[in-house]
């Protein structure tokens, strides 16, 4: 048999290296039929010399013209499109059967969102478009028979704690019918989980980039320090995982063994435990219901020590909270929250604002944002864009 035919979105990043590195160790049955990138031209050249898909998309109409040159040197086919249509084009297009959706931010929500129209088996890394879009895209995955897989590793762990009968229609399922009772959403803590909370404020980004535990890329780096990681990956298993309010908690977990869990009536708890290495949720994704071999090296108990749990600290993570609250106030909420985050991100990775007023410009977005429902994806981009307008002047206010 052929190859499965894989887009992957976002290849440059840190989930499509890791992606790449799973696909190179097992050429028979995954190929590349297109990769993507934003900007980065020496990146998405080397991928496309050594995979040889038969399209790459530069967003990027500059970055493209150099990647054709540069492509053209070398003497690699790759198809060199560009623009923001073309990730919908090839993430919805006929020849490809798997979507892995890697790129960070709003930007992924519209080609995420085409895979899933079009039926694909979609693998999703990129939790902002979910938390922006919720009903609707599961709306879509349900009408269209995509099948939705989990690849942010908490969710990848709660899905393979589910009983297998209720894993591919999770985003439906009915906790009374398996006998769950809650799920446990773990996280680390990020980097400052032990500083003085006077010193938090003023934290550089470098200093929140420096995650004890997983490689990440910066934006989702910044908001492991925040938490709001955390609160978006909340409203992601909201999704993902049908859960109501009361059957979802999060916590605490420093050494990132435990990658979450899911709490059953009988008192048993069911947990997916491994390194921290992204490899072994994209393995998984890419394989389900099979298993392949991910390149991780197993855990080692005789040598790990204490694994220790707690509750979150609202005060040291106050965007945690605004994100729990944001997912039970409706979309709109989730939407302008995810918005604001993003250009808070931007600005204190620029050096516009602190560390502290990324939760202070959150905040206040969401406290002047009209929340109406939002049932189009029009309305989910004006929402975003209206979100964004605010967000770029209490980043003025706050700036220095
Ligand atoms: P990176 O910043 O490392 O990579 C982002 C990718 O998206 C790059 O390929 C980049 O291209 C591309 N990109 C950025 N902006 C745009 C844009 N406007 N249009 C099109 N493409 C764009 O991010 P990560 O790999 O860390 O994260 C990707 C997603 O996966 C995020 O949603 C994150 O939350 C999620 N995730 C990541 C984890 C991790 O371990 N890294 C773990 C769990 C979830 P270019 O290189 O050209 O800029
Ligand atoms: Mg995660």
């Known amino acids: 048999t052929s190859p499965t035919q894989v887009t992957l979105l976002g290849a440059t990043g840190s989930i499509g290296q890791s992606t790449l590195a799973v696909i190179a160790a097992h050429p028979e049955q995954y190929a590349l039929f297109a990769v993507t990138a934003h900007s980065n031209v020496t990146a998405l050249a080397t991928i496309c010399v050594q995979f040889q898909p038969q399209f790459a998309v530069m967003v990027d109409p500059t970055a493209a013209q150099q990647l054709t040159q540069q492509l053209r040197t070398q003497g690699c086919r790759t198809e060199v499109l560009s623009g923001t249509e073309a990730l919908s084009a090839v993430s919805s297009a006929a020849e490809t059967d798997i979507v892995m ?85 773990t996280g680390s803590g990020g980097p400052f989980r032990e500083l003085p909370l006077n010193e938090l404020a003023a934290q550089s980004p470098a200093a ?37 309010p009361g059957q979802l908690d999060v916590i605490v977990h420093p050494q990132s063994v435990v990658h979450s869990m899911v709490q059953y009536t009988d008192g048993s708890v069911i947990a997916q435990l491994g390194q921290p290495d992204m490899r072994t949720p994209i393995a998984y994704a890419l394989a389900y219901p099979e298993r392949i071999n991910s390149g991780v090296p197993a855990l080692d ?71 109406s429902e939002l049932t189009t994806i029009e309305a989910i981009l004006a929402c975003d864009e209206a979100a964004r307008r605010s967000a770029a002047l209490w980043i003025q206010r706050r700036g220095h």
């Not at 929500?109 to 879009?133: D, H, Y």
């Not at 040598?303 to 040291?316: C, H, K, N, V, Y």
């Open 208 to 244: 929140a980039c420096r995650h004890p535990n997983w490689e990440m890329g910066q934006k989702i780096s910044v908001d492991s320090a925040t938490m709001l990681n955390k609160g978006l990956e909340y409203i992601e298993a909201r999704w993902l995982f049908n859960c109501a």
């Open 301 to 371: 108990f005789t040598t790990m020590g204490a694994l220790t749990f707690s509750a979150p600290d609202p005060q040291r993570y106050p965007c945690l909270q605004l994100a729990i609250d944001a997912c039970w106030s409706g979309q709109a909420a989730t939407t302008t929250l995810n918005a604001a985050n993003e250009m808070a991100v931007a600005a204190f990775l620029h050096g516009q604002i602190t560390f502290g007023d990324i939760a202070v410009v959150c905040a206040a977005v969401l406290e002047q944002a009209e929340l």
């Open 101 to 185: 959706a890697a790129i960070v931010g709003a930007a992924g929500l519209l080609p995420t969102l085409a895979a899933v129209q079009a039926g694909k088996r979609v693998l999703l890394a990129n939790k902002e478009a979910l938390v922006m879009s919720g009903q609707l895209f599961i709306d879509a995955v349900r009408e269209s028979g995509a099948v939705l897989l989990p690849v942010d590793s908490e969710h990848n762990a709660i899905f393979q704690a589910l009983p297998q009968a209720a894993q591919v229609a999770s985003h439906s399922m009915q906790y009374a019918d398996f006998g769950i009772e809650k799920i446990l959403l």
